[in-house]
Every structure is written in C-alpha cells, then in structure tokens.
C-alpha cells in the first residue's frame, strides 16, 4: 500500500475568521469529491484536495510526497490552485510501484529537505513499525498530524469460515480461520494493542492524531480536528 504524505508548508492560516470560511467552503466542495468512489484512494485525494485547496486560498505553500519502500514522487512547496489540483491528481492517479511501506524512510526525507516549519501531514494506516526516531526528529522541528485511515476489517474479522489472507505489505497467503471465536478475539485484541501503542508514541512526540473511518465522512473528521486545534490556540 502506498501512504499520502502532504505537506502544508506554511506561515500558518492568517486568521481564525477565515480558516472557518474556508472550512466551510471547502465542505460544499469535498461533499461531490466524496463521491468518486469508496475505499482509500478517495479517502486520501479528498484529504490531499481539503489540504492543498485550503493552502491555495490562503496564499501558502502545499507539497506532496508519495513513498513506499522508496521515494516514488516529490512535489517540491508551490503556491496556487494548479498546485492543488496537481496534489489531487496524483493521489487519485499514480500507482504504486512497491507494495510495501517505509514511513521511517519518508519521515527522514522530510526532515532532511523541509529547511523552514511547515505543517506536515502523514496519510497511512501506521501500520509500520520503526518509524519511531525519525517521526521524533521530524516533529521536533514541524508540526506533524497523523492522519491515520481506519479500516475496521483489520480489528474486526466476519464469521465466514476459512479464508486466504494476503498481507499487502510482503505478499504472503495465509488461511485464517474466521469462524474461531478465539481468532476473532486475538486479532481485536492485538488491534486495540497497536492502536494504544500508536497513541501513546504520537503523545510522547508531540503528534495529533485524527481518525478517519474508511468509507465514511472524510470531511468530519478533519472539520473537529481544525476547531480543536482553534479552541487550542486561543
């Protein structure tokens, strides 16, 4: 799978006035995007079109870098709508060349080309692991927010009987055997253990977190982390 990382490099929104009008302008127009489709691709071109839009309007800088095992595209910070519409377009269009995932090789990236703060926002399912250093080191110089996609298939399994299971990170099969309560019961709990670990490290650093339900709103959540984060800076 391939994690969205976008990249609002910014002086900031101007002022909390117009953030709102934005937000809400940008609802209007994310409720027809929402309508591509479902699964994680609209997922991350409509979080890459409310971010990249939002930078436009303002006048700030928005980039994207898209990164599996490798470094698969750079847009270098660029003002205006072109921009944006650049961001979406990618996200919505470029497969990936990898299956894997290195968030540890993006967050090291970024820290290494963003020379001035920026707001950093990370788009996966922070399903990696090693990634705890540099996710530190980038955040002790931006602001980072997680914005982690939520499928509940990977906490919650149907009672369907046995079933292959391909993990998307290596390619392996495994038969999984769902009708097991047992199985059931471990894979939720393991879910829960990975999603309190996650928590735990992003507070340590410094990191938001906003969840966003696969296939559900996108926009909601987004639209409750700005007004938290406006509450927060009064």
């Known amino acids: 799978e391939l994690p969205c990382l976008h990249i609002s490099r910014s002086r900031g929104f101007r002022n909390r006035c117009t953030e709102r009008r934005l937000v809400a302008r940008r609802c209007r127009a994310l409720d027809e995007v929402q309508r ?21 309007e303002t006048g700030d800088k928005s980039g994207l870098l898209l990164c599996s095992e490798e470094m698969e595209l750079e847009l270098p910070p660029r003002t205006g709508t072109r921009q944006a519409f650049r961001i979406t377009r990618e996200a919505l269009y470029r497969e990936p060349l990898r299956t894997g995932t290195s968030l540890a090789l993006a967050c090291d990236h970024l820290g290494r080309v963003l ?10 399912d922070f399903l990696d692991e090693g990634f705890e250093r540099p996710l530190g080191q980038l955040a002790r110089r931006h602001d980072v927010v997680a914005l982690r996609l939520v499928d509940g298939r990977h906490s919650s399994l149907p009672a369907v009987g046995l079933v292959p299971w391909r993990d998307p990170e290596t390619g ?21 253990d990975r999603t309190d670990r996650l928590r735990e490290l992003l507070l340590r650093r410094g990191v938001d977190l906003v969840d966003i339900e696969v296939g559900a709103s996108v926009v909601d959540p987004l639209v409750a982390y700005l007004h938290k984060r406006e509450r927060r800076l009064r």
């Open 36 to 56: 591509l489709g479902d699964g994680l691709t609209r997922d991350i071109v409509v979080i890459g079109d409310f971010e990249g839009m939002m930078a436009a």
């Open 115 to 124: 020379k001035r703060r920026a707001y950093v926002f990370l788009i996966g």
């Open 172 to 192: 392996r099969v495994l038969q999984v055997d769902t009708g097991s309560a047992r199985v059931r019961d471990a894979m939720a709990r393991l879910a829960q």
